[in-house]
């Protein structure tokens, strides 16, 4: 009799890194992912960065050379890529920081708060896309 009362359950397992693009994860997971990503990404690059800045400070002639790979296009999706690593990563910063605070733990504060860091951080970045490429 046990037997037949028994409800097929669903089952929870862990789920593996190829599995990752078929699974749905709340917007906060994905916030949080981000701010992992975006961090190592700027960790990562910033020796290079720093060794562009110091030879591009040591005359005119080499800030000018700066410039003028600066001016090409695939540099300057590098150079948005960074920006918003760095937006994104301080605006989640900001979210963790009031969330140290205990505003904002409930699944609703959760959700609300990581849409604006996406909402803020895509919008920020957006406006230095357009600056970068001329727009204004």
């Given at each position: 009799?046990?037997?037949?009362v028994k409800k097929?359950?669903?089952?929870?397992?862990?789920?593996?890194?190829?599995?990752?693009?078929?699974?749905?994860?709340?917007?906060?997971?994905?916030?949080?992912?981000?701010h992992r990503i975006?961090?190592?990404?700027?960790?990562?690059?910033?020796?290079?960065?720093?060794?562009?800045?110091?030879?591009?400070?040591?005359?005119?002639?080499?800030?000018?050379?700066?410039?003028?790979i600066a001016s090409?296009?695939?540099?300057?999706?590098?150079?948005?890529?960074?920006?918003?690593?760095?937006?994104?990563?301080?605006?989640?910063?900001?979210?963790?920081?009031?969330?140290?605070?205990?505003?904002?733990?409930?699944?609703?504060?959760?959700?609300?708060?990581?849409?604006?860091?996406?909402?803020?951080?895509?919008?920020?970045?957006?406006?230095?896309?357009?600056?970068?490429?001329?727009?204004?």
């Amino acid at each position: 009799m046990s037997e037949a009362v028994k409800k097929n359950r669903p089952r929870f397992d862990n789920i593996h890194i190829t599995q990752i693009v078929r699974y749905r994860m709340p917007l906060a997971g994905l916030v949080s992912i981000l701010h992992r990503i975006s961090g190592a990404m700027m960790f990562v690059l910033l020796p290079f960065i720093l060794y562009l800045l110091e030879k591009s400070l040591t005359s005119e002639i080499s800030f000018e050379y700066f410039k003028g790979i600066a001016s090409h296009w695939f540099v300057k999706l590098l150079i948005l890529a960074l920006a918003w690593a760095y937006l994104q990563h301080f605006c989640a910063g900001i979210r963790h920081l009031i969330m140290d605070m205990h505003i904002g733990l409930s699944k609703d504060g959760a959700r609300k708060s990581a849409a604006s860091v996406l909402a803020v951080s895509l919008t920020l970045t957006a406006l230095v896309a357009l600056k970068l490429f001329g727009v204004f």
